[in-house]
Nanobody, 122 residues
Framework: QVQLVESGGGLVQAGGSLRLSCAASGRTFSNYAMGWFRQAPGKEREFVAAVSWSGGGYADSVKGRFTISRDNAKNTVYLQMNSLKPEDTAVYYC?????????????????WGQGTQVTVSS
């Protein structure tokens, strides 16, 4: 069982920055693929970014603005979000796949955090 706890959300003006953190339990965190997803009201959950030992990727909507990184010594994955836009407003979730396969599909991730709200004002 893997537990994930997100933090770092909040209210920010357009053009601002936030850094989300996701702390994970488990002894083999370095083997996990980690993903960030988001869900806005009335919309489906969508892929934001993912990272694994073999690589990762970003949604087109956040490329060049968001950066995913991980600190295996701290069992933590981060999402640095710059140049935020009102359309980035959503609940952000981190997810883990203990098989280590980075994916943009939420169905590939067995473990999810509770989510953290990000609100970008115009």
């Amino acid at each position: 069982q893997v537990q994930l706890v997100e933090s770092g959300g909040g209210l920010v003006q357009a053009g601002g920055s936030l850094r989300l953190s996701c702390a994970a339990s488990g002894r083999t965190f370095s083997n996990y693929a980690m993903g960030w997803f988001r869900q806005a009201p009335g919309k489906e959950r969508e892929f934001v970014a993912a990272v694994s030992w073999s690589g990762g990727g970003y949604a087109d909507s956040v490329k060049g603005r968001f950066t995913i990184s991980r600190d295996n010594a701290k069992n933590t994955v981060y999402l640095q979000m710059n140049s935020l836009k009102p359309e980035d407003t959503a609940v952000y979730y981190c997810a883990a796949d203990t098989r280590g396969r980075s994916s943009s599909s939420p169905t590939m991730y067995a473990y999810w955090g509770q989510g953290t709200q990000v609100t970008v004002s115009s």
